[in-house]
């Protein structure tokens, strides 16, 4: 029967059986790692929130961390270039095709004439 064959391939072989008892096995260990847990353990209480060495935990907003304070250096390194350039940005998309399009002419003409 072909259910019970394996299917030989040059990188390794395909047990349908095999995979199903390895499946059943596992779910049987992960069954009784559950069943040994804390049985006083009840969900939505305090139980669950998070230890901060006994102190309160502040609201989810005071926790997040601004991509201005992750990328503070580089900012700060190049504050010069950031200086001239965020000026420019005017977030409207018609700019920013208008912009793409002059440079790409630019281009265009400069390898056209040294060519």
Known sequence: MEIFSSLLSGS????PLAW???FV?????????????????KKGTEQTAPFISGNKEPPKGDLHVRAGNLYW???DALKG????????H????ND?????LGITALIMVIVVVFS
Do not use: C, F, K
């Open 96 to 100: 920013y095709v208008l912009w793409y």
């Open 20 to 22: 199903l008892l390895a």
């Open 12 to 15: 390794g072989a395909w047990n």
């Open 90 to 93: 005017s977030g409207d998309m």
């Open 81 to 88: 270039y950031y200086e001239r350039i965020v000026p420019l």
């Open 25 to 41: 096995v596992a779910a049987v260990i992960a069954y009784l790692i559950w069943a040994r847990g804390e049985r006083s353990y």
């Open 73 to 75: 250096g580089y900012t």
